[in-house]
């Protein structure tokens, strides 16, 4: 019978099992169970000739594998004798058949299916690679965001207006007019005040964003502010003016107005975005006009003495505005360059070789740029009334995120 094969050979086993135990104890130095011919090879020789063996091992070998095995063979001859029996055979045979025949009534209620939430609390929310967060009657040709990613200012050039757009919703609310020519924006103050270039009006501004009717303030008179950016502490702002083509640095600890601290000037003149990395004292400056021989140059400056070195130089597009990640050694820029053709495109530049690469595109007329390094988002605004988001790691991927899908 097949059953009989089964126990029969289960049995066998167990009983080969006693047989290797028994085998093992009559030739191991120290148990109780060695042979009389073991004992005379022990005499002999000595019984350091024989590697020492445990009492944990005996205990085993003299205790617990003979109960094992002979337990296990008992329980093998006894379902050998039950499954000879024709009718037990059948009535587990029956007793199957009927289990498997019954039929399983399942349903599932509502309660039981998860929660679009709670599937993101587990695996968290699905990866947009771009998404167009809002739009505004802005031109925009500066953006900045809140420490926690939750709000990104949006800087109006030709209405000279502030606004804030809640990043959740897309939901716009006008914070100040009368700015004058914003161009470049950046926060300070845990978020609580906004900075920005007023190119026409020649100066830094500063606008507390805490403020029921937030006025601007003059910081520092400086021709031509195009690009704009803080150190970490917030202390101190470096200011680019596309006019003079100088990089100034602003104390803000000093009582307003500040006088301009000029770094480095540029030749020509056009330069634009700033973007900082305060561990080693320099500031990257990208261009807006007037490229050199080889295309629009991204710039290294030191802070302290001044000394300039070209990054790379991208032909065709410009490097207007700047955003680093210094954990990955990367810098971003974008270029409002070649708008109508699929142009307005993102950047990664590799800073320690000065390979770039475009990381998305069709983003119009796209000239103002900010990183949310928490978050891992990309914020570019444009003069085509548009606020776009792109996930920086889907950038990762080879071509980046491609061509952003345009609205009809």
Same mark, same amino acid.
């Given at each position: 019978?097949?059953?009989?094969?089964?126990?029969?050979?289960?049995?066998?086993?167990?009983?080969?099992?006693?047989?290797?135990?028994?085998?093992?104890?009559?030739?191991?130095?120290?148990?109780?169970?060695?042979?009389?011919?073991?004992?005379?090879?022990?005499?002999?020789?000595?019984?350091?000739?024989?590697?020492?063996?445990?009492?944990?091992?005996?205990?085993?070998?003299?205790?617990?594998?003979?109960?094992?095995?002979?337990?296990?063979?008992?329980?093998?001859?006894?379902?050998?004798?039950?499954?000879?029996?024709?009718?037990?055979?059948?009535?587990?045979?029956?007793?199957?058949?009927?289990?498997?025949?019954?039929?399983?009534?399942?349903?599932?209620?509502?309660?039981?299916?998860?929660?679009?939430?709670?599937?993101?609390?587990?695996?968290?929310?699905?990866?947009?690679?771009?998404?167009?967060?809002?739009?505004?009657?802005?031109?925009?040709?500066?953006?900045?965001?809140?420490?926690?990613?939750?709000?990104?200012?949006?800087?109006?050039?030709?209405?000279?207006?502030?606004?804030?757009?809640?990043?959740?919703?897309?939901?716009?609310?006008?914070?100040?007019?009368?700015?004058?020519?914003?161009?470049?924006?950046?926060?300070?103050?845990?978020?609580?005040?906004?900075?920005?270039?007023?190119?026409?009006?020649?100066?830094?501004?500063?606008?507390?964003?805490?403020?029921?009717? /937030?006025? @601007?303030? +003059?910081?520092? *008179?400086?021709? &031509?502010?195009? $690009?704009? =950016? %803080? #150190?970490?502490?917030?202390?101190? !702002?470096?200011?680019?003016?596309?006019?003079?083509?100088?990089?100034?640095?602003?104390?803000?600890?000093?009582?307003?107005?500040?006088? /301009?601290? @000029?770094? +480095?000037?540029? *030749?020509?003149? &056009?330069?634009? $975005?700033? =973007? %900082? #990395?305060?561990?080693?004292?320099? !500031?990257?400056?990208?261009?807006?006009?007037?490229?050199?021989?080889?295309?629009?140059?991204?710039?290294?400056?030191?802070?302290?003495?001044?000394?300039?070195?070209?990054?790379? *130089?991208?032909? &065709?597009?410009?490097?207007?505005?700047?955003?680093?990640?210094?954990?990955?050694?990367?810098?971003?820029?974008?270029?409002?360059?070649?708008?109508?053709?699929?142009?307005?495109?993102?950047?990664?530049?590799?800073?320690?070789?000065?390979?770039?690469?475009?990381?998305?595109?069709?983003?119009?007329?796209?000239?103002?740029?900010?990183?949310?390094?928490?978050?891992?988002?990309?914020?570019?605004?444009?003069?085509?009334?548009?606020?776009?988001?792109?996930?920086?790691?889907?950038?990762?991927?080879?071509?980046?995120?491609?061509?952003?899908?345009?609205?009809?």
């Amino acid at each position: 019978m097949f059953f009989s094969k089964i126990f029969g050979t289960g049995g066998d086993q167990a009983a080969s099992g006693q047989k290797t135990i028994q085998g093992i104890l009559g030739t191991t130095s120290g148990s109780k169970g060695r042979s009389a011919d073991f004992r005379d090879w022990e005499m002999k020789y000595g019984p350091s000739a024989v590697p020492p063996v445990s009492l944990e091992s005996f205990n085993l070998m003299e205790n617990f594998f003979p109960t094992f095995f002979g337990g296990s063979q008992a329980a093998f001859t006894q379902q050998d004798k039950d499954f000879e029996n024709p009718s037990t055979t059948s009535d587990v045979a029956s007793s199957t058949r009927d289990t498997s025949n019954k039929s399983v009534n399942v349903s599932i209620s509502d309660a039981d299916v998860p929660s679009t939430g709670d599937i993101n609390r587990l695996m968290g929310p699905p990866t947009t690679k771009y998404a167009l967060i809002a739009t505004g009657q802005w031109v925009s040709e500066g953006v900045a965001v809140d420490p926690l990613g939750k709000t990104a200012y949006v800087g109006d050039q030709a209405g000279g207006r502030l606004y804030a757009v809640t990043i959740a919703t897309g939901a716009v609310d006008l914070i100040a007019s009368g700015l004058g020519d914003i161009r470049d924006v950046t926060l300070g103050q845990q978020g609580k005040v906004a900075y920005y270039a007023d190119y026409s009006g020649g100066r830094l501004a500063s606008l507390d964003l805490t403020a029921s009717s /937030p006025t @601007p303030t +003059t910081v520092a *008179s400086i021709s &031509g502010a195009y $690009g704009l =950016a %803080l #150190d970490t502490k917030g202390n101190v !702002a470096y200011v680019a003016s596309w006019s003079s083509g100088t990089l100034y640095s602003v104390d803000l600890s000093q009582p307003l107005p500040v006088k /301009p601290t @000029p770094i +480095t000037t540029f *030749s020509p003149a &056009g330069v634009a $975005g700033v =973007a %900082l #990395d305060m561990a080693n004292r320099t !500031a990257y400056v990208g261009r807006k006009d007037n490229p050199g021989s080889q295309g629009y140059q991204l710039y290294q400056v030191n802070v302290d003495s001044g000394t300039v070195s070209v990054v790379t *130089s991208i032909p &065709g597009d410009s490097t207007i505005r700047v955003a680093l990640d210094l954990s990955a050694g990367l810098a971003y820029t974008i270029s409002h360059l070649n708008s109508g053709s699929g142009g307005g495109r993102l950047y990664e530049i590799t800073l320690a070789n000065g390979a770039y690469r475009s990381v998305a595109s069709n983003l119009k007329d796209c000239e103002g740029l900010t990183l949310d390094p928490v978050n891992r988002k990309f914020y570019i605004s444009n003069r085509n009334n548009q606020l776009w988001q792109i996930d920086q790691d889907s950038t990762k991927a080879r071509g980046g995120v491609g061509a952003v899908a345009q609205p009809a």
